[in-house]
């Protein structure tokens, strides 16, 4: 097990900004890559609650998440340095490509790559969720909420807000009764 490390502001911009820079597209999988694995600034379990909770928010998660590690390490001044390196090569990418998507939107090849990207994200999320799953504790509870969750929003098409609203305070309050993973 590696020991966590605290980055100092610039670690934290550049961290944040090799994010933006390589997952563009995508970049929870290159987040915990960077966040974990490469830099241990966070555990995998940490990575994962950071990651819920970024999705219970408004907002995209990777910037919630961005916040969230910027403040807990240098406040308010962290969380708007991580947010601008997340944000700053993808800003600047994308104005390019918009730009040449104006002029090439009609090409064929174009529209071919354009279908051929979205099997690779989903490869990518897939793999980053297999990974994540394979190193959280083994409890019925998690599971059981992730399946009910996965229901209710695929399967019976309710509306995620209501999802939500219903299985977030089960999931807070089985987690407060059941807190070292009794189920």
Same mark, same amino acid.
């Given at each position: 097990?590696?020991?966590?490390?605290?980055?100092?502001k610039?670690a934290?911009?550049?961290g944040?900004?090799?994010?933006?820079?390589?997952?563009?597209?995508?970049? $929870?999988?290159?987040?915990?890559?960077?966040?974990v694995?490469?830099?241990?600034?966070?555990t995998?379990?940490?990575?994962?609650?950071l990651?819920a909770?970024g999705?219970?928010?408004?907002?995209?998660?990777?910037?919630?998440m961005?916040?969230?590690i910027?403040?807990?390490?240098?406040g308010v001044?962290?969380?708007?340095?991580?947010?601008?390196?997340l944000?700053?090569?993808p800003?600047v990418?994308?104005? $390019?490509?918009a730009?040449?998507?104006?002029?090439y939107q009609q090409?064929? &090849? %174009?529209q071919?790559l354009?279908a051929?990207?979205a099997?690779?994200?989903?490869?990518? %999320? %897939?793999?980053?969720?297999?990974k994540?799953?394979?190193?959280l504790?083994?409890?019925?509870l998690? &599971?059981?909420?992730?399946?009910?969750t996965?229901?209710?929003?695929?399967g019976v098409?309710?509306?995620?807000w209501?999802?939500l609203?219903v299985l977030?305070? %089960?999931?807070?309050? $089985?987690? &407060?009764?059941?807190?070292?993973?009794?189920?």
């Amino acid at each position: 097990m590696n020991t966590l490390i605290i980055p100092d502001k610039k670690a934290l911009f550049r961290g944040f900004f090799l994010i933006g820079l390589s997952g563009f597209g995508g970049v $929870l999988p290159q987040a915990q890559h960077q966040l974990v694995q490469r830099r241990c600034w966070l555990t995998d379990t940490e990575f994962a609650e950071l990651l819920a909770l970024g999705q219970v928010l408004p907002g995209p998660n990777i910037v919630n998440m961005a916040v969230a590690i910027g403040s807990r390490f240098h406040g308010v001044a962290g969380a708007l340095l991580a947010v601008a390196g997340l944000l700053l090569a993808p800003l600047v990418l994308i104005l $390019l490509l918009a730009t040449l998507y104006q002029h090439y939107q009609q090409a064929s &090849w %174009l529209q071919q790559l354009l279908a051929g990207l979205a099997p690779a994200g989903i490869g990518l %999320l %897939l793999g980053m969720v297999l990974k994540l799953a394979a190193r959280l504790p083994r409890r019925l509870l998690p &599971w059981l909420l992730a399946v009910l969750t996965f229901i209710a929003v695929a399967g019976v098409h309710l509306p995620l807000w209501i999802v939500l609203l219903v299985l977030a305070p %089960l999931g807070i309050g $089985l987690a &407060w009764r059941y807190p070292q993973g009794g189920l």
